[in-house]
């Protein structure tokens, strides 16, 4: 009679060494950003890519399995993307334009899933929003056509405001076609741009320092990787040079510029994660189209209006989704 129960136990011990041989591995999804893995953008990032991935039916651990990389100079994230594609990950999400290019150059056969895109089709990552073709698909934050809303924002701020400053990076691509919306929507306002190209921290310091240039009184930041690296110095070097600052990242309103308008970055994330959850369940990138945002976020910092002497249009308070104090 003893012999049944090490029987059991043997088909039992056999029946869980089958199991273990023939359990799927997690799919690996590689995010490539360009925030470091504690900061809040990357938190908020991460979590709303996994909201996405859950939304898709998709269980961490047993289903995917993240691997967050950062890399915030854009100079080295073609080889941060060359070591990741020889692991070979079952897909790639590549955070801003410039990594996504990147990956999109270098991972021919594995699936790419990009966020915080600014113009996919001009950028050269897809042959079209609803067909993108290939194996790259994504999300835009579409900051190109945010340009003219920055424009008509400014003029709220400062009433006939005639010439405006733009600080930019050409080492950016996505960054010349926002700055090209940037220029058709000045001269149909008769407005005049007086461009502050700065590849550098030290650039950023020539272009900003205060006497260099001092025709405007509006600063239009074009956020991205460089600029939200050195904010806080962007922020003192405008106070400085009492310029009101708009821009299209609420990180540079709440460092100490007057306003920005941005897309909702939360649901962005999410969309981000289904449509990784969508490519890992078996859909072709191809087959996915390029999505959109559908919700603006419109933040105001009075509190550094009022350092300037400003005073905001109540028009703007009303509409603003959160206000500094």
């Keep these: 009679m003893k012999r049944r129960p090490a029987l059991l136990a043997l088909c039992a011990a056999l029946a869980a060494g089958a199991w273990a041989q023939v359990a799927p591995i997690p799919a690996r999804v590689a995010i490539l950003g360009v925030e470091p893995a504690d900061s809040p953008i990357a938190r908020r990032l991460l979590a709303g890519i996994r909201e996405g991935l859950a939304g ?5 651990g047993r289903d995917f399995a993240i691997e967050y990389l950062a890399e915030a100079r854009i100079d080295r994230v073609p080889a941060k993307v060359e070591a990741l594609v020889r692991r070979r990950p079952a897909l790639i999400v590549p955070i801003t334009t410039p990594v996504a290019q990147a990956a999109a150059s270098a991972a021919r056969g594995i699936p790419i899933v990009f966020g915080t895109v600014s113009d996919p089709v001009g950028s050269g990552l ?11 698909t994504g999300v835009s934050n579409m900051l190109p056509a945010l340009s003219g809303k920055l424009l008509e924002l400014a003029g709220e701020l400062v009433p006939g405001v005639s010439r405006v ?4 990076n050409p080492a950016n691509p996505a960054k010349a076609i926002e700055l090209w919306e940037l220029r058709a929507a000045a001269a149909a306002r008769g407005i005049a741009l007086e461009e502050l190209p700065a590849r550098t921290p030290q650039e950023i310091e020539r272009a900003l320092a205060p006497g260099a240039r001092d025709g405007a009184r509006l600063l239009v930041i074009l956020a991205e990787t460089l600029t939200h690296a050195h904010r806080g110095r962007i922020a003192e070097l405008a106070q400085a040079r009492r310029l009101v600052v708009v821009s ?3 990180t540079h309103t709440e460092a100490g510029g007057v306003l920005s308008s941005q897309p909702g970055y939360a649901a962005l994330n999410r969309r981000v994660g289904a449509l990784a959850g969508k490519i890992l369940k078996g859909m072709s990138p191809a087959e996915l189209p390029v999505e959109l945002p559908a919700t603006f976020e419109l933040l105001v910092n009075r509190k550094a209006a009022q350092a300037l002497g400003l005073t905001l249009p109540q028009s703007l308070l009303i509409r603003a989704d959160r206000v500094i104090e």
């Design 56 to 60: 898709e039916g998709l269980a961490e």
């Design 165 to 168: 400053a733009v600080l930019w």
């Design 248 to 250: 299209s990242l609420s």
């Design 126 to 136: 897809v042959a079209s929003l609803a067909r993108p073709g290939g194996n790259v």
